[in-house]
């Protein structure tokens, strides 16, 4: 059974610093791999994704995220954040053959101004 | 596109009723999901579709719980009874196929059963 694993489950950066989240999936097979960003009282939107190609993918807002298939990691980055990137941060793994994702159980970045 | 859309927004019943939420999913997309949110469990995928079919809903929680697709433009999420406990932010999903695309989420229900 695939599943993802969130390491953080609450940041908290000043405005500036350098932000990395760290996402592990366990799946043998071929994955699609996905950030998904939540804003206080909003729905889930996607920040950036992964199918194949560049292993260094950008996203909206400045976010990158770097597949790397040996550590089954896909960490998400950002080099200096701001106030409003305050929310919650949900990793998912898509198993192609399934059509079925897995989401990670969020990390909560809050940033101080 | 108005995007994946549900309703109601918000609901607040009473312990033991029946609730009914809904879901109208991205016209073109056949794959549609079910998941719920709380603090403690974060996000959890209740059940999935693809072409209206159920594929996987070892998720629902429990009997009470019961999810229909009865087209490609709507699908349900029953719970009855309804409990204290079932109280969360119930999101439905949907996406093009099986392949390579991403998920798009409705801005989700938040039930409140007291």
């Known amino acids: 059974a695939q599943s993802v694993s969130q390491h953080n489950h609450h940041v908290i950066l000043s405005e500036a610093a350098s932000l990395e989240l760290g996402c592990n999936y366990s799946?043998?097979?071929?994955?699609?791999l996905f950030w998904y960003v939540q804003y206080p009282g909003q729905h889930l939107q996607l920040l950036l994704k992964?199918?194949?190609?560049?292993?260094l993918v950008k996203g909206i807002k400045g976010f990158e995220a770097e597949f790397i298939k040996s550590k089954f990691s896909f960490n998400l980055r950002k080099p200096s954040v701001q106030w409003s990137d305050t929310a919650e941060y949900f990793c998912?793994?898509?198993?192609?053959?399934?059509?079925?994702?897995?989401f990670g159980d969020g990390t909560t970045l809050t940033v101080k101004p | 596109d108005a995007g994946v859309i549900q309703s109601p927004r918000h609901e607040v019943t009473e312990m033991g009723q029946e609730v009914t939420l809904r879901c109208k999913p991205i016209?073109?997309?056949?794959?549609l999901f079910w998941y719920r949110q709380t603090m403690m469990r974060g996000l959890e995928l209740l059940i999935y579709?693809?072409?209206?079919?159920?594929?996987?809903d070892s998720g629902m929680p429990e009997d009470r719980f019961s999810a229909k697709m009865p087209n490609a433009s709507f699908s349900t999420l029953k719970i009855q009874p309804s409990e204290p406990r079932d109280s969360a932010v119930y999101f439905c999903?949907?996406?093009?196929?099986?392949?390579?695309?991403?998920?798009?989420f409705g801005q989700g229900t938040r039930l409140t059963v007291v």
């Open positions: 999903a949907s996406r093009r196929g099986t392949g390579d695309t991403e998920a798009f």
């Open positions: 799946y043998g097979g071929t994955v699609n």
């Open positions: 992964y199918f194949s190609g560049d292993p």
């Open positions: 998912a793994v898509l198993n192609t053959n399934a059509g079925k994702s897995t």
């Open positions: 016209s073109g997309h056949n794959s």
């Open positions: 579709f693809n072409n209206n079919v159920p594929i996987d």
